[in-house]
């Protein structure tokens, strides 16, 4: 049990062990306190930073005020602002600052900087930028002769004829990069750049500097920088899992398609981009619109053209030759000979839900690779990742077989049967129209087109 006493310590404590950096400094810009995490964002020790004044320990560049004086100076409370700056050793810094002075009596007695370390997200983008050097994949690459598949990779190949926005959509692991790859590659854009960048990776603060630019001075440490429209100009910029971006910074990039110009954070001078954009995201688009995770008005702009890359699961016919594939890139990289599955294992790969997908059934093929001895040639349940044996095991019965009529089936797979025969009912109810199909099944037109372009399902058929 602890006393009042002991409340300063346990708070000191608490507040080393917080995963944000905390720099306290008193009135006369001497460090009074300075946890853990600081030190390691910013490289230095504890005892070389408490009881030293700020800019005897770090530099700025000139012209540029550290948050922490500003907010000793002016009283200033800033949130989420972004700052570069150097330790004593001159190791560049970058963090995301929550700032505010430390008042009593009405008067400044110092100030507190709570810090997100993004240096590592900055050399990041810094090296994805350098080295952009274009797509490595065709549609050649893509593998799949499921019919599912034929028809997302010839949709994909129209696209390349014209310069719209495309929306790609698709789980986790199904190759939606692949494909904007290919698209790309298969335009009259291959010779410029392809510049990628997943929305999710980054914080929304550095982003926003990310894809327009930077303007000199927009923030402290900031430097003359063009972003990603400027750098894929003439070319692609694909942007994956666009629906994680802020509304705020989907508006913008929604003024950016339409108007084609964007403006440097901190600038005042608009500048004309040429850019193809492709996105792409692994939410079902009508229900990211209806939930507010994307604006409406981007996502009519996005998908002029909308590609829906389907599961594995949705095309288990293609396993074997995925297979042969990855078969063939891990013999070679691994120098071994490896030519099969076991009958076994061959059986539970068309068992199993693929949850992961194609990504998923490279990883355990490699994975299965590592645990072989040299001269083994076929691929045994004992190969298998641990977290797969136990499911290899099951009865060979239990096993999809795809001539078995009467096998169970995962419970998502006889759902979306069932919701594809729904739709073909209503719509030869209603002889093809899709508003009145929509209202019979309670369902929004918007979200029954969704579902018209994921089945493949056309309305037209329904109108004889």
Known sequence: MFTKEDAPEVLATLVDHLDTGVHMIDAQAQTVYYNEKMAAIEGMSREEVIGSFLHDVFHFEMNDRSTLMRALESGERRKGERQTYYNARREAITTINDTFPVLSGGRIIGAVELARDVTKVEKLIQKNLENQSGPSFTFDSITGSSTKMQEVINDAKRSTRTTSSVLIVGETGTGKELFAQSIHTGSERSRKPLISQNCAAIPEQLLESMLFGTKSGAFTGSKE????????????????????????????????????????????????????????????????????????????????????????????????????????????????????????????????????????????????????????????????????????????????????????????????????????????????????????????????????????????????
């Open 225 to 464: 920088r063009p972003g990603l429209f400027e750098e894929a100009h003439g070319g692609t910029l694909l942007l994956d899992e666009i629906n994680s971006l802020s509304p705020a910074l989907q508006a913008k990039l929604l003024r950016a398609i339409q108007e084609k110009v964007i403006r440097r954070v901190g600038g005042t001078k608009d500048i004309s981009v040429d850019v193809r954009i492709i996105a792409t995201m692994n939410q079902d688009p009508v229900e990211a619109v209806n939930e507010g995770f994307l604006r409406k008005d981007l996502y009519y702009r996005l998908s002029v053209v909308s590609l829906f890359v389907p599961p594995l699961r949705e095309r288990l016919s293609d396993i074997d030759e995925l297979v042969e594939g990855f078969l063939a890139k891990y013999n070679a990289l691994f120098r071994m000979d490896v030519t099969s599955l076991s009958p076994e294992v061959h059986s539970f790969f068309y068992q199993y839900d693929w949850p992961g997908n194609v990504r998923e059934l490279e990883h355990v093929i490699e994975g299965a690779l590592n645990f072989m001895e040299d001269g083994e040639k076929v691929i045994q349940q004992r190969h298998l990742p641990p977290q797969f044996q136990k499911q290899a095991s099951l009865p060979p019965k239990l096993a999809y077989e795809p001539e078995a009529v009467e096998a169970v089936r995962p419970l998502h797979e006889v759902l979306a049967d069932q919701e594809q025969a729904l739709i073909q009912r209503a719509l030869t109810e209603t002889k093809g129209n899709v508003s009145e199909a929509a209202e019979r099944l309670e369902l929004r037109r918007q979200s029954l087109q969704y579902r018209l372009q994921k089945y493949g399902i056309s309305p037209q058929q329904f109108r004889r």
